[in-house]
């Protein structure tokens, strides 16, 4: 059983229809019935609500979460809990407390972290297939439909003047409205362009400044790297005209745009 990569979180409404079937608590008595609804749902329909849960979950990370019994900050699994609860109280129940920006609650029943898999062990054992994990590339094209970094830096490098013109360099190729959009155009998926200088200290690190491109499925894939002592990262000049190298050689690979057309006249 396959769920498509390019998968949405269950609509807002619907998602809050399925909590409300729990009553407003975790229980084991609670976790069956929404089970037993979530067992009459397309299994594509119970990937989108887990998918949805997790958002949410997601909205509640920087929530001041405290033990109501003496104010201690609740941690791990104990936090987790605390936070289904919030989700299971309801809708109206969890943007109380986001604009609230902090909660004290009791510690909840035992039974409340199982709200976080149940549509996972719902899905497998409707299905008889191991739970669909997320495509990675559609999930980051969701976000940016080009992504151009340098990474790997010490604190002294981070303020080299070449790696200042890389980075600039890719920040524009990034924010580039015209990449995007044949990005998008010629069905890639995204663009996602990974760099990093050349460290001797890394086992089987080949010195010197290169790039390398692969396109797969949903990702058109790049990778660089800079040799400081290279010619190619000379001063700031050569080290734009590199990325502008990049560029130029995936418009004549892949038909997209020129470094002229991307981050403008040198």
């Known amino acids: 059983m396959q769920v498509n990569s390019s998968r949405r979180p269950a609509d807002e409404p619907t998602f809050w229809s399925l909590i409300d079937v729990l009553g407003g608590s975790v229980t084991d008595e609670s976790l069956d019935r929404l089970a037993e609804t979530l067992r009459g749902l397309p299994p594509g329909e119970i990937v989108a609500f887990q998918d949805r849960l997790d958002t949410v979950l997601a909205s509640l990370a920087t929530l001041d979460v405290r033990h109501s019994d003496n104010g201690a900050s609740a941690l791990g699994d104990t936090r987790r809990a605390l936070e289904l609860s919030i989700v299971a109280a309801g809708h109206r129940s969890l943007a109380e407390v986001l604009a609230q920006g902090s909660v004290e ?73 015209v990449y995007s959009r044949a990005i998008h155009a010629g069905d890639f998926g995204l663009l996602y362009c990974h760099g990093a200088l050349y460290d001797p200290r890394i086992p089987g690190a ?61």
Request: hydrophobic residues 40%; aromatic residues 6%; charged residues 25%.
């Open 206 to 266: 080949v010195t010197g400044t290169w790039w390398r491109s692969r396109r797969g499925p949903g990702v058109l894939k790049v990778t660089f790297q800079i040799d400081l002592d290279s010619v190619e990262a000379a001063d700031e000049e050569a080290a734009e005209a590199f990325v502008r190298t990049i560029i130029d050689g995936l418009a004549r690979q892949y038909g997209l745009p020129s470094s002229t057309a991307t981050l403008g006249t040198p």
């Open 105 to 177: 609650a009791d510690d909840p029943p035992d039974a409340t972290l199982g709200l976080a898999d149940i549509a996972r062990v719902t899905y497998e054992d409707v299905t008889g297939s191991a739970w669909p994990e997320p495509d990675l590339w559609a999930e980051l094209a969701k976000h940016r439909l080009v992504s151009a970094t340098l990474v790997g830096m010490t604190r002294r490098q981070k303020s080299h003047p070449v790696v200042l013109a890389v980075e600039s360099a890719l920040d524009r190729w990034t924010n580039s409205g």
